[in-house]
């Protein structure tokens, strides 16, 4: 058995629904599971100016943060954010910004990490973003699980081995059942992987 942390930020609930299914894949594996959105930094403004972002973030205001303890718990942590520019959203990253205690003292090393992304283009920036998010992993000392292409679920959901990803469209319609099932798959490899490492 594992324990797995998900760490994940969403504006309108794209990354929620990534973050529940990669949760129930991680669960069907034997992990032990914790789901933590991070802090909402943008001002109220900007938030009002889209209906379905201020929806979220009323819907969601009871959910559980993220803190730097629930790394420290975790034999595995897999970090989900909206594309922005091809790099991870600034909530996201100011919550990254927090962790250099834990790094300091190597905690952050020698757990699993995987990462889930979604933007409004096929070709917004998933990769980009999901390799960038790779490279703060890369200091942590982690060991990097994707799901590559050793599921039909990654060809089903459009071929990135990278991680998760989604293209949403201009009506931001979310994640597809094929998506839903990609993420419930790098939940459970990301589990397993975790135990073989724990044990």
Sequence with gaps: MSNVTIVYYSST??????A???AAGASAAGAEVRVRLVNETAPDAAIDSNP?????????KGDPRATPGDLDWAD???FGTPTRFGNMAAQLKAFVDTLGGLWFQGKLSNKV???FTAAMNAHGGQESTLLSMFNMIYHF???IVTPGYTDPSTFASGGNPYGVSVTTG?????????DLAHAQYLGRRVAEVAAKIRS
């Design 141 to 143: 000392g982690g060991y």
């Design 20 to 22: 529940q299914a990669v």
């Design 76 to 78: 595995a942590i897999v």
């Design 52 to 60: 379905a972002w201020r929806a979220f973030v009323d819907a969601r």
């Design 170 to 178: 201009q009506a931001n319609n979310g994640p597809t059942d094929a």
């Design 113 to 115: 990490y995987a990462a």
């Design 13 to 18: 609930g794209t990354n929620y629904a990534l």
